[in-house]
């Protein structure tokens, strides 16, 4: 083998998995930005004439449309990832998120050229939702495939650490925007944080083009094994480990953007909560994310996938109404206090072990396909739950049980999921992952 596609050793599984970790907080923080930008500018800016909840709505469905398009993009960078190779499919992903996000902070308001403008952020937010739909798949294959014996759920967790980090970045361009007068925030201040994504987008190209390729995809590639038609033999032929895949991860996106995106909007438009302290509860969840996201992850390599990432589960469905009571004493403290324990501790007991746990479901040839679609399946309709919230919202007079309910309810759906995956196929190691558990 050569050295361009040298096996996985410690030295270079780290600077594999730092590199997959710049990349995708590029990528993450291009799309994060959206959605706070989609909950305290774009009703204002896009939708005018919209009563303030029906502005909300609207702004809302064009950010669902970046998660409708996510499956679209798994298919398409799945087949060619599992095709033509891993780090392509990167950096073009890369490429079409970052010129989509720099689009994006030019395109003018409602007032200034018409339904043009909703329509164009609409087609904006398509594009990076297939770019962030074939972003996830490459980045943790990569981390995985070049990791170790019994340190795949570790070296796969890093990439995963890239969407708090993101979100870090994106919560604190919008923070320090938030500063300015409204009349200047709405005006160009909202545009900052999209412009400022070209530095972002030039550090993760020069980091991922010095990327080598997966060893398992170029051992494929030289053997000849690689598949016609990865993601229709990965639908044939295994679509129970699909659909479990999706079921799992509905409730770790709901959590996310329903706290992120819908709990911002709702704290900040209904309770009065000042919108600099609700995203100071963000951020600082983000930054524990950060710790918490490989520490599960570790974990995950000597427990198994399916103990850590059920823990994570049943947290969220039994705090899923604290949450939003804790929120509703508009006290500062316990604001922080029930950010903290969904995003901080919840969430990341799932996104941990994942990316090990899904690479693990599918054999080698079509764990691109597989992995993204289960993956980007769930994103969709995890995306689409702040959606049906705030339609709830609207008639139930802001009440906050509704959102509650749904958040609890996804929780209990992604643990009941969970219960039907296996991690049958071993990797690059030899090492049999059966039944989500590992050999340390």
């Not at 043009?116 to 972003?135: D, M």
């Not at 709901?254 to 000042?274: C, D, E, K, N, Q």
């Not at 009571?325 to 903290?340: A, C, D, K, Q």
């Not at 049958?424 to 590992?438: K, P, S």
């Amino acid at each position: 083998m050569s050295a361009d596609h040298a096996p996985p050793g410690s030295r270079q599984s780290s600077k594999v998995a730092f590199a997959s970790l710049i990349g995708t907080t590029v990528e993450w923080y291009d799309f994060y930005i959206y959605g706070t930008a989609a909950a305290l500018v774009f009703p204002k800016l896009f939708f005018p004439e919209f009563s303030p909840g029906a502005g909300l709505l609207a702004a809302l469905s064009t950010y669902a449309v970046g998660f409708a398009a996510r499956p679209l993009g798994g298919i398409v960078f799945g087949h060619y990832g599992d095709r033509v190779g891993r780090k392509k499919m990167l950096v073009i992903s890369l490429l079409a998120m970052g010129l989509g996000t720099l689009a994006m902070g030019l395109v003018p308001g409602f007032a200034e050229i018409g339904i043009l403008a909703p329509i164009l952020i609409v087609a904006l937010r398509f594009v990076q939702g297939v770019a962030v739909g074939g972003e996830w798949g490459g980045a943790v294959l990569m981390a995985v495939e070049h990791a170790p014996p019994g340190k795949a759920g570790w070296y796969g967790s890093w990439p995963q650490v890239g969407s708090p980090l993101g979100l870090v970045l994106s919560t604190a361009a919008f923070s320090a925007v938030s500063v300015l007068p409204d009349e200047d925030f709405l005006s160009w201040g909202w545009r900052v944080p999209f412009l400022a994504s070209a530095v972002l987008i030039i550090v993760g190209l020069v980091v991922r083009l010095r990327l080598m390729e997966s060893p398992v995809f170029a051992q494929m590639q030289s053997a000849g094994d690689t598949a016609r038609l990865p993601v229709r033999d990965a639908l044939a032929k295994h679509p129970g480990s699909v659909l479990g895949a999706a079921g799992a991860f509905i409730v770790i996106n709901t959590v996310f953007y329903l706290v992120t995106v819908l709990g911002l909007s709702w704290a900040t438009s209904h309770l009065g909560i000042p919108r600099g302290t609700f995203l100071a509860a963000v951020l600082v969840a983000a930054v524990i994310m950060c710790g918490t996201v490989p520490l599960f992850g570790a974990l995950s390599d000597r427990v198994g996938r399916r103990p850590v990432f059920a823990a994570g589960a049943i947290l969220v469905a039994v705090f899923a109404f604290p949450l939003f009571w804790l929120i509703e004493t508009m006290s500062t403290p316990l604001l922080f206090l029930g950010v903290i324990v969904i995003m901080g501790i919840g969430h990341p007991l799932m996104y941990g072990p994942q990316a090990a746990l899904y690479s693990e479901m599918f054999p080698p040839a079509l764990r691109y396909s597989g992995a993204s679609l289960g993956y980007q399946l769930g994103g969709m309709l995890g995306g689409l739950v702040p959606l049906v919230a705030s339609a709830l919202l609207i008639s139930y007079d802001n009440a906050s049980w509704p959102m509650a309910a749904l958040l609890a309810v996804t929780a209990v759906i992604s643990l009941l999921s969970l219960l039907t995956v296996r991690a049958r196929y071993a990797d690059h190691t030899g090492v049999d992952h059966t039944a989500g558990e590992v050999t340390p």
